[in-house]
């Protein structure tokens, strides 16, 4: 048998070069024991830290939106506790369940009626509204209403919320 690397002509039944040693299989250095250990414990932190991120960007809590939001020609009340909303336009006063993420909310009106209401908050007293109303899409800015605000009173003595709420009746 020739040793293909240096050309030495031998004979074996193990197949290596004599003089080169082409052939010989390399020896396997013994794996560190605190190798297992560091991949194993890095492995588990990968895991988690991956769970507690995907809990993280999913997870929205809308208790910022509690509270009155009023602006042109729009005016609308969340409760978190129960996720109902009122909501009074030029036209007409709705009120229903809501349900909302971090870019959009949801209100499913208590006639049947969906509407979808994207939105951009810009601090924590304002919110920019973007949603359609028949061919036209509509952008209102809202303002938090203070403690103050939210208890003006209408005409005939009734908060505001109230004279709603008897709209609705």
């Given amino acids: 048998m020739i040793c293909q690397r240096c050309g030495t002509e031998?004979?074996?039944?193990?197949?290596?070069?004599?003089?080169?040693?082409?052939?010989?299989?390399?020896?396997?250095?013994p794996v560190p024991k605190w190798v297992p250990w560091f991949l194993g414990t890095f492995g588990v932190l990968l895991v988690v830290g991956t769970v507690i991120g995907v809990f993280a960007a999913t997870y929205f809590n809308a208790s910022w939106m509690e509270g009155s939001w009023e602006g042109s020609?729009?005016?609308?009340?969340?409760?978190?506790?129960?996720?109902?909303?009122?909501?009074?336009?030029?036209?007409?006063?709705?009120?229903?369940?809501?349900?909302?993420?971090?870019?959009?909310?949801?209100?499913?009106a208590e006639d049947g009626n969906v509407y979808i209401y994207r939105y951009e908050r810009v601090?924590?007293?304002?919110?920019?509204?973007?949603?359609?109303?028949?061919?036209?899409?509509?952008?209102?800015?809202?303002?938090r209403m203070t403690a103050e605000?939210?208890?003006?009173?209408?005409?005939?003595?009734?908060s505001l919320e109230d004279a709603l709420q008897s709209e609705l009746e």
Avoid: H, W
Avoid at 10 to 29: A, D, T, V
Avoid at 149 to 158: I, R, S
């Fill in 10 to 29: 031998y004979e074996n039944e193990e197949r290596i070069c004599p003089r080169c040693q082409y052939g010989k299989p390399k020896e396997q250095k």
């Fill in 149 to 158: 605000e939210d208890e003006l009173e209408t005409d005939d003595g009734d």
């Fill in 73 to 108: 020609d729009l005016a609308i009340t969340f409760n978190t506790t129960d996720e109902t909303f009122l909501l009074s336009n030029v036209e007409t006063v709705i009120s229903g369940t809501f349900t909302a993420d971090k870019d959009a909310f949801t209100l499913a």
């Fill in 123 to 143: 601090g924590t007293n304002r919110i920019k509204l973007l949603f359609s109303r028949g061919n036209e899409t509509m952008r209102i800015t809202l303002n």
